[in-house]
C-alpha cells in the first residue's frame, strides 16, 4: 500500500484535472522515499485562481494540492512567470511555442514539473530554524529540485505504458496533419 492519501475534490465547470493518483504514485515511486517522507496526502482540487496557481504546499508542509485546469489550456506563461527558473521550454514537454498544449504534455508538465517543485518544498533546508519558511526549501530550492530530478528521472530507462511518463519523442512536434497521414 502507498503510504500516501489522495483526495479528490470535483472540479467545477469545464475544468479537469490531467493527473490523477496513479500519475503521482509512478513519480513518488521512483524517487529516494527519504524525499518525500514528509508527505501525507496529496489533493486534487480547483483552487487554481485561473491558471495561476498550478499547484501548493499546505502550511504544515505535509500535503500537496494540484489544481485542475480547463480543459484547452497553454502552460507557456506558467513557465515563463517563474522568477529564477532555469531554462525550461514548452518543448521539454512536449509542446509546441505559440500552438495549444496537447494533453500528454500537460499531464508531463503537472507531474515533471508541478509534482516536483511542489515536492522540492517539502524538502528541509535549515532544521534548526524557528520559521518554517526557512526551514523547508523556498522558490530557488523547488525549482533547482525539479530541474534536477525531472533530468535525472528522463535520463533513466523507465518501462511504462504511458507516454506522460518518458521524456518527449520528436514524433511529438509534428504538425497535427503529419500526426494524421501516419508521417
Known amino acids: 500500500m502507498f503510504p500516501v492519501r489522495f483526495v479528490y475534490h470535483s472540479p467545477r465547470c469545464h475544468r479537469r484535472h490531467f493527473v490523477d493518483g496513479d500519475d503521482v504514485s509512478v513519480v513518488l515511486s521512483r524517487l529516494p522515499r527519504e524525499l518525500w517522507a514528509r508527505l501525507r496526502a496529496v489533493h486534487f482540487n480547483d483552487q487554481s485562481r485561473g491558471r495561476r496557481t498550478l499547484g501548493y504546499v499546505t502550511r504544515g508542509r505535509r500535503e500537496i494540492a494540484l489544481c485542475a485546469l480547463p480543459p484547452r489550456v497553454s502552460l507557456a506563461t506558467a513557465i515563463g512567470r517563474r522568477a529564477r527558473r532555469p531554462v525550461v521550454a514548452p518543448a521539454h514537454f512536449g509542446a509546441a511555442r505559440g500552438r495549444q498544449w496537447p494533453v500528454v504534455a ?3 508538465f503537472m507531474v515533471y514539473d508541478v509534482l516536483l517543485h511542489e515536492v522540492g518544498h517539502l524538502q528541509l533546508v535549515d532544521p534548526s530554524a524557528s520559521d518554517s519558511r526557512r526551514r523547508f526549501g523556498d522558490e530557488r530550492v523547488a525549482e533547482e529540485f525539479a530541474a534536477a530530478w525531472r ?5 533513466t530507462p523507465f518501462d511504462h505504458p504511458d507516454p506522460a511518463h518518458h521524456p ?3 514524433r ?4 497535427p496533419q503529419e500526426l494524421a497521414a501516419g508521417l
Open 151 to 155: 533530468h535525472r528521472l528522463w535520463s
Open 168 to 170: 518527449p519523442a520528436k
Open 172 to 175: 511529438e512536434f509534428a504538425a
Open 106 to 108: 500537460v499531464r508531463r
